[in-house]
């Protein structure tokens, strides 16, 4: 864990126009189109997925843009508007995992995925722009790969469902990256809807779209980037999934998803300590997703503050992957007047949410920001977020 000096997420992406012409002006042509895929907010179910069960993500309105054109050649030209790396350049031939350097993984490793799959894809020029904020739980990666498939998918004529950029992607960031995640992140980027979460079921991998407003309830949800970065290939999160594939394996079942919230008195007994509170909350969380469903389907979002809580308390207690700045991020919105808060993505730092009155914001966004500087934490970043639009061309 560590504390993130720079801020890579603006606020404001580059117009289309300043996009294609900035790409003009480094790569001497036009792009053949701009695409955009959005971070996500996991509004309940963590460290569900990679176990079968329930999450229920949204896209948020901060997002991930390419300026794409195909090249003759098998050269890759990647930029990012960062301007961190200068233009790096690279061949289709030489991609292999664990190679390649910061952001350029990321378009990298779908390009390696796509070829992998059989997909004959071309040389390209990339140009990124992105307001998802990097390190922050927001899923800024998957924006990225998103965004680049979604482009190649059109260029190559490929013609790919949802479903399968999503493995394909799930596959890059795997075997590429390096980061043994889940397929919670490609799915609400790549199926998200304006005014709705993604309720998917990882077993089947279906999914389905949940109403979630909170202006119609007079709330906001608030998200507090705590400006402490994460990554999803350092230890935490692959030890964590680890546990779970001991505690499956230990309780005879397929994966965590098939273990009922009655049976935990008798998993208790058959396995260790760690590796069963690590099993609770897994099986918890999948019992919050769905009753979280249920209740948005009925009295609406301000009714399901307590479950937003429960799961914030088991990945602090048992899942032990909050950390100090995230609690305070909760602990401080609760106390100001917030109905439910919770650390979310794949923690170890990234962000928290507060479901907040709207009459209260100010309230909760002074209270967090003055507990964080009384604690000399770095100053988080607050920000409020809607269910938005998923992947798509823009031009
Ligand atoms: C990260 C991963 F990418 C997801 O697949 C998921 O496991 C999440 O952490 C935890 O819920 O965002």
């Known amino acids: 864990m560590s504390s993130r000096n720079q801020e890579h997420g603006r606020t404001a992406l580059a117009s289309s126009q300043d996009l294609s012409a900035r790409f003009e002006q480094e790569f001497g042509g036009a792009p053949d189109g701009i695409w955009q895929a959005p971070g996500r907010v996991n509004l309940i179910g963590e460290h569900t997925d990679y176990n079968e069960g329930f999450?229920?993500?949204?896209?948020?309105?901060?997002?991930?843009?390419v300026a794409v054109a195909a090249r003759r050649d098998a050269t890759v030209r990647l930029l990012s508007t960062y301007g961190d790396q200068g233009v790096v350049t690279t061949t289709l031939d030489a991609l292999q995992p664990g190679t390649a350097k910061g952001w350029t993984k990321y378009p990298l490793g779908v390009l390696w995925a796509l070829r992998e799959r059989g997909i004959a894809v071309p040389g390209v020029d990339l140009l990124l722009d992105s307001n998802v904020p990097l390190g922050a739980g927001?899923?800024?990666?998957?924006?990225?790969?998103?965004?680049?498939?979604?482009?190649?998918?059109?260029?190559t004529g490929a013609g790919l469902e949802a479903q399968e950029?999503?493995?394909?992607?799930?596959?890059?960031?795997?075997?590429?990256?390096?980061?043994?995640?889940?397929?919670?992140?490609?799915?609400?980027?790549?199926r998200g809807s304006k005014g709705h979460a993604v309720f998917l079921d990882c077993r089947d991998q279906t999914a389905s779209l949940v109403p979630f407003e909170t202006e119609p309830a007079g709330l906001v949800l608030l998200v507090i980037d705590t400006k402490v970065s994460h990554s999803h290939a350092d230890g935490g999160y692959a030890s964590r999934r680890a546990s779970c594939e001991l505690g499956a394996e230990v309780l005879g079942v397929r994966a965590l998803r098939d273990v009922e919230v009655a049976d935990l008195a008798e998993a208790g007994a058959l396995l260790d300590e760690v590796t069963f509170r690590r099993v609770r909350h897994v099986v918890t969380e999948n019992d919050r997703v769905l009753q979280t469903v249920e209740l948005l389907g009925?009295?609406?979002?301000?009714?399901?503050?307590?479950?937003?809580?429960?799961?914030?308390?088991?990945?602090?207690?048992?899942?032990?992957?909050?950390?100090p700045e995230l609690d305070l991020a909760v602990d401080a919105s609760r106390a100001n007047g917030a109905i439910g808060a919770r650390m979310t993505g794949g923690g170890f730092g990234g962000a928290a949410i507060a479901l907040t009155p709207a009459d209260?914001?100010?309230?909760?966004?002074?209270?967090?920001?003055?507990?964080?500087?009384?604690?000399?934490?770095?100053?988080?970043?607050?920000?409020?977020?809607?269910?938005?639009?998923?992947?798509m061309r823009i031009a």
Do not use: W, Y
């Not at 590429?176 to 995640?181: K, Q």
């Open 55 to 65: 999450v229920l993500p949204f896209a948020i309105d901060r997002t991930a843009r």
């Open 138 to 155: 927001l899923s800024s990666s998957h924006a990225i790969e998103c965004a680049v498939i979604t482009a190649l998918n059109d260029i």
């Open 165 to 190: 950029m999503v493995l394909a992607t799930q596959r890059a960031e795997n075997a590429f990256v390096g980061a043994p995640t889940g397929i919670m992140d490609q799915s609400a980027s790549l």
């Open 298 to 323: 009925g009295p609406g979002p301000a009714a399901i503050g307590p479950l937003l809580d429960a799961s914030h308390a088991s990945m602090r207690d048992d899942f032990e992957i909050s950390c």
């Open 360 to 391: 209260s914001e100010q309230k909760v966004r002074d209270a967090v920001a003055k507990a964080f500087a009384e604690a000399g934490f770095k100053a988080p970043e607050i920000f409020t977020v809607s269910p938005a639009a998923g992947a």
